[in-house]
């Protein structure tokens, strides 16, 4: 039998190449967007990862906990670390956060599943952690690069402004490597399985709603100037 997290590899591919070619995943992947705009994307990304690391908190014995809710692995507090930078370089107040449609259409899923399905909240923590772990890095390096080029923003590094995609000095792909172990190891009826892997392209279908939203913001609405 396939593993659980290659049956969602297999059946999240359309999607997920659908995801990538969207503007806001090219201009991410590149490093080219403004801080306000990336500022923007910090906050919907803060309001995602904290509603579902409070949702493992409340189900500390679910399977999604059991295989996401260590300290290494958690962004919220890299997050905040960030957005508190970039709110001070662009000068811009906490009030002045958007709160984006696609992401009370997100965060609403994650809060239904908390109280309704907790084990499916694995598939969201498999779509998001794992592409920070992995995907992150390569946005890390190109966003320090091109800001210090095109803004002279050295102050931008891996500590001050991009520690979301930060994490502990064990090598990124074994982090990566053992949390996928942990997903497969779990002991799952084919029923549990064939949710948690529909669930996975729910997942990459929301954060696709949200990277429409932003690129219209930011960068559709740039090209149209």
Excluded at 81 to 110: G, H, M, N
Aim: charged residues 25%; glycine residues 2%; aromatic residues 8%.
């Amino acid at each position: 039998m396939a593993t659980l997290t290659s049956e969602m590899h297999q059946a999240t591919k359309m999607v997920h190449r659908e995801l990538e070619r969207t503007l806001w995943v090219k201009h991410l992947m590149k490093g080219k967007l403004q801080p306000m705009a990336y500022l923007d994307y910090l906050n919907s990304l803060y309001a995602i990862y904290s509603t579902m690391e409070n949702a493992m908190r409340a189900h500390p014995e679910n399977v999604a906990a059991s295989c996401f809710n260590i300290p290494a692995v958690l962004r919220s507090d890299s997050l905040k670390s960030d957005i508190k930078f970039f709110e001070t370089l662009c000068d811009a107040s906490p009030s002045t956060r958007k709160t984006r449609s696609s992401v009370q259409t997100y965060t609403a899923r994650l809060n239904q599943l908390s109280e309704t399905d907790p084990s499916l909240l694995l598939s969201h923590c498999y779509v998001r952690y794992l592409g920070d772990m992995m995907g992150g890095q390569h946005i890390r390096k190109h966003l320090s690069q091109y800001w210090k080029r095109h803004d002279g923003m050295s102050m931008v590094d891996e500590d001050k402004g991009l520690a979301f995609y930060r994490f502990p000095s064990t090598h990124v792909k074994d982090i990566a490597m053992t949390t996928k172990r942990d997903m497969d190891e779990l002991k799952l009826s084919q029923e549990e399985r064939d949710k948690m892997i529909d669930e996975a392209v729910t997942a990459f279908e929301l954060n696709k709603q949200l990277f429409v939203e932003l690129q219209e913001d930011y960068i559709e609405a740039t090209m149209e100037n």
